[in-house]
């Protein structure tokens, strides 16, 4: 890191630099995405005087590194829960205790990773930087869903993807909007709703290619075998899989290119945000710096995602909780805590275009990307998993979709709304809280029942 040159001392040495940056900086002023717009809400400026007076320029540039990603953000203290998780795990103080502290370290990792990918794009430009958060916009998820499959645990895989959609439309939008119809409880508050029929249409798609494989078990007669339909079912959920990311290629060529207006955050010139949500002018850190700190947090994300798969059964036997509830439930709302803090935050601020964008973006981004990649994924390592997330899951899914687009279609919010919302996710949190229900033991893993997962895999 010390022959990284900063943006500050590159504007010193070439003039036209301070140019180009201004440059880039108004182009993804007006073309930020609600993701990026979300994540900068938990950002907080920071104080370079003293890093500036150190005497020794790599040095100086080390520090400014630290400072701007490691201190620039509310979420600071909760990197402390990294070296804790690894020497928990050194020393095996417990794996439940493992499981907890790597949840909590993902969180500020999540919220860094958009902001590396943010002060990449200064350098790429608004496409390449669009390109590079919709791969790492849910690296998280995408990480664990790996992890997991070369642990041969599909059934937490189905459970944490289905489980990060239903909290982004349930959770994520329902809180936004209780409390920014709270706030702005004497105002109507508005949204576009050209984005959300985007993302709904893709939803729908994707709640198809989850229900047909479902269908076939129940349309199947007596006269054909469970092996068989288990075929079937995974012919089918691997074709669906290669449609649903041929449809998310030319959702991002609809997004970064063709119809970019429509996702891009709006900001009038005249609504000015506080110094908690401001927009970044120009690029805090370099090029290559921000690279190699993307580069290596995706690694902390990873060990952590793996100390997460590792332990997910020991902390549900600890905790008395089942395996189904942590995954769709606990990994969701952690996992994403500082993404739904910024669109709680922007919903406050009666900018619900950014906190639809956010919600109904990243469950689109889940759908059609984190999901069917992991049904290829688990096929390039002999691993057969379907698209058939059973009957109490995939319903459960359809009915979140089918209450958020009815929510959302007259292009208004208030309080009321959002609880709606709210509750359908509580109601859903305790059925599987409570789902005892034994699952007959199926030894094909695409077909596989998703509760009592750590029975199946030690017989």
Same mark, same amino acid.
């Given at each position: 890191? +010390?022959?990284?040159? &900063?943006?500050?001392? @590159? /504007?010193?040495?070439?003039? =036209?630099?301070? !140019?180009?940056?201004?440059?880039? *900086?108004r182009?993804l002023?007006?073309?930020?995405?609600?993701?990026?717009?979300s994540?900068?809400?938990?950002r907080?400026?920071?104080?370079?005087?003293?890093?500036?007076?150190?005497?020794?320029?790599?040095?100086?540039?080390?520090?400014?590194?630290?400072?701007?990603?490691?201190?620039?953000?509310?979420?600071?203290?909760?990197?402390?829960?990294?070296?804790?998780?690894?020497?928990?795990?050194?020393?095996?103080?417990?794996?439940?205790?493992?499981?907890?502290?790597?949840?909590?370290?993902?969180?500020?990792?999540?919220?860094?990773?958009?902001f590396?990918?943010?002060?990449?794009?200064?350098?790429t430009?608004?496409?390449?930087?669009?390109?590079?958060?919709a791969?790492? +916009?849910?690296?998280t &998820?995408?990480?664990? @869903? /790996?992890?997991?499959?070369? =642990?041969?645990? !599909?059934?937490?895989v189905?459970? *944490?993807?289905l489980?990060?959609?239903?909290?982004n439309?349930?959770?994520?939008?329902?809180?936004?909007?209780?409390?920014?119809?709270?706030?702005?409880?004497?105002?109507?508050?508005?949204?576009?709703?050209?984005?959300?029929?985007?993302?709904?249409?893709?939803l729908?798609?994707?709640l198809?290619?989850?229900?047909?494989?479902?269908?076939l078990?129940?349309?199947?007669?007596?006269?054909?075998?469970t092996?068989?339909?288990?075929k079937?079912?995974?012919?089918?959920?691997?074709?669906?899989s290669i449609?649903?990311?041929?449809?998310y290629?030319?959702?991002?060529?609809?997004?970064?290119?063709?119809?970019?207006?429509?996702?891009?955050?709006?900001?009038?010139?005249?609504d000015?945000?506080?110094?908690e949500?401001s927009?970044?002018e120009?690029?805090?850190?370099?090029?290559?710096?921000?690279?190699?700190?993307?580069?290596?947090?995706?690694?902390?994300?990873?060990?952590?995602?793996?100390?997460?798969?590792d332990?997910?059964?020991d902390?549900?036997?600890?905790?008395?909780?089942s395996?189904?509830?942590?995954s769709?439930?606990?990994?969701?709302?952690?996992g994403?805590?500082?993404e739904?803090?910024?669109?709680?935050?922007?919903?406050?601020?009666?900018?619900?275009?950014?906190?639809?964008?956010?919600?109904?973006?990243?469950?689109?981004?889940?759908?059609?990307?984190?999901v069917?990649?992991?049904?290829?994924?688990?096929?390039i390592?002999?691993?057969?998993?379907d698209?058939?997330?059973?009957?109490?899951?995939?319903?459960?899914?359809?009915?979140?979709?089918?209450?958020?687009?009815f929510?959302?279609?007259?292009g208004?919010?208030h309080?009321?709304?959002?609880?709606?919302?709210?509750?359908?996710?509580?109601?859903?949190?305790?059925?599987?809280?409570?789902?005892?229900i034994?699952?007959?033991?199926?030894?094909?893993?695409?077909?596989?029942?998703?509760?009592?997962?750590?029975?199946?895999?030690?017989?």
């Amino acid at each position: 890191m +010390g022959s990284i040159v &900063e943006p500050w001392a @590159a /504007i010193a040495e070439n003039g =036209n630099a301070n !140019v180009t940056a201004k440059g880039s *900086s108004r182009e993804l002023r007006h073309g930020r995405t609600a993701h990026n717009m979300s994540s900068s809400s938990l950002r907080k400026k920071s104080d370079l005087r003293l890093v500036q007076k150190v005497p020794c320029k790599t040095l100086k540039n080390i520090l400014s590194n630290l400072q701007e990603v490691i201190l620039g953000t509310k979420l600071t203290l909760l990197f402390l829960a990294i070296p804790l998780a690894i020497l928990a795990n050194s020393y095996n103080y417990g794996r439940p205790l493992i499981f907890g502290l790597s949840l909590i370290g993902l969180t500020p990792l999540a919220e860094r990773v958009s902001f590396l990918t943010e002060q990449l794009a200064f350098y790429t430009g608004r496409t390449v930087g669009g390109l590079l958060n919709a791969t790492c +916009g849910n690296a998280t &998820e995408l990480i664990i @869903a /790996i992890l997991a499959l070369a =642990n041969n645990k !599909v059934a937490v895989v189905k459970y *944490s993807l289905l489980g990060s959609i239903l909290s982004n439309l349930l959770l994520v939008l329902g809180t936004s909007l209780f409390f920014g119809g709270i706030a702005n409880i004497r105002r109507e508050q508005r949204f576009d709703r050209k984005q959300a029929d985007v993302n709904f249409f893709l939803l729908l798609m994707g709640l198809l290619c989850h229900l047909l494989p479902l269908l076939l078990k129940y349309a199947a007669t007596g006269e054909v075998s469970t092996s068989m339909i288990n075929k079937m079912s995974l012919t089918l959920s691997r074709t669906s899989s290669i449609v649903m990311l041929i449809a998310y290629i030319a959702y991002l060529i609809f997004q970064l290119w063709t119809h970019r207006q429509l996702f891009e955050a709006q900001q009038d010139d005249d609504d000015a945000y506080d110094d908690e949500v401001s927009v970044e002018e120009t690029p805090v850190i370099g090029f290559w710096s921000g690279f190699a700190w993307l580069v290596g947090m995706t690694i902390v994300i990873a060990l952590l995602s793996e100390y997460v798969v590792d332990t997910i059964e020991d902390a549900s036997d600890s905790w008395g909780l089942s395996v189904s509830f942590i995954s769709i439930i606990l990994l969701p709302i952690v996992g994403n805590a500082a993404e739904h803090a910024g669109a709680i935050i922007f919903a406050f601020k009666n900018k619900l275009d950014i906190s639809l964008g956010v919600a109904l973006g990243s469950a689109t981004q889940i759908s059609l990307f984190v999901v069917p990649l992991s049904v290829i994924v688990a096929w390039i390592l002999g691993i057969k998993m379907d698209l058939n997330f059973n009957i109490l899951e995939t319903s459960s899914l359809a009915l979140a979709i089918i209450i958020t687009a009815f929510t959302l279609q007259d292009g208004t919010s208030h309080y009321m709304k959002g609880l709606v919302l709210l509750l359908c996710y509580v109601i859903i949190a305790a059925c599987f809280f409570v789902d005892q229900i034994p699952q007959p033991n199926d030894l094909d893993v695409g077909l596989q029942p998703m509760n009592n997962l750590g029975e199946v895999f030690s017989a």
